[in-house]
Structure formats: C-alpha cells, structure tokens
C-alpha cells in the first residue's frame, strides 16, 4: 500500500516562507503528476497547485505568483515552495501523487498532512 508523507509546514510570520515536502513510501511506480492540496478550518478542501510529468502547471488564482510546486517523479517526491505566505494561507496541507496512472488519494481521510499556520 503506498503512503503519502507531507512534511516542512510549520509557523511562519507573515510573509515569510516554508517548503513543503511530498514522499511516497510503499510499492510504487513512478509519478507521472502531482498536486497539493489544503485544507483551512470549516472549508473545503481545495487544489492549489498542480504539475504534470511534462512540466505544466496549474495554481490557484490565491496562490499564483507567491506558491511553486516543483517534482522529482524519479524519486517520486512533490514539492512547494511558498513565499509571501498571508494569514489566508493557514490551512493544512496535503499532497497527492499519480501513480501509473492513478491518484493515491481520492476521497475518504487523507491524513494528517502538514500543518501551515501564517501569524499576522
């Protein structure tokens, strides 16, 4: 069974920044697509950020300019890196990876993910 591990969230100031970091453990193929995620108290779930094997990217409008999601699908590792972090951003944060086509996560309990808190 493939796990997903999200780590580097953290309290951060506003406008500060944090890395988040994405590993899969488990019997894996590699990636060919990952995505991030967060998750704020009383909302949705929502995608911020999306990247395919080939290079293209997608953000949310919230996030563009200021978040950057990058791979290592060889590794199968996702990261985002996010700059100018706003109290807004305070969510937790969680990843997901395409594996041979798959997603891992899908509905249900993703976990604990990682938790960003940005203080004013």
């Known amino acids: 069974q493939v796990q997903l591990i999200e780590s580097g969230g953290g309290l951060v100031q506003a406008g500060g920044s944090l890395r988040l970091s994405c590993a899969a453990s488990g019997r894996t193929v590699i990636a060919n697509a990952a995505a991030w995620y967060r998750q704020a108290p009383g909302k949705q779930r929502e995608l911020v950020a999306s990247?395919?094997?080939?290079?293209?990217?997608t953000y949310a409008d919230s996030v563009k300019g200021r978040f950057s999601i990058s791979r290592d699908f060889r590794k199968n590792m996702a990261y985002l890196q996010m700059n100018s972090l706003k109290p807004e951003d305070t969510a937790v944060y969680y990843c997901?990876?395409?594996?041979?086509?798959?997603?891992?996560?899908?509905?249900?309990?993703w976990g604990q993910g990682t938790q960003v808190t940005v203080s004013s």
């Open positions: 997901n990876l395409r594996l041979g086509g798959v997603w891992t996560r899908t509905s249900g309990d």
């Open positions: 990247i395919v094997g080939g290079g293209d990217t």
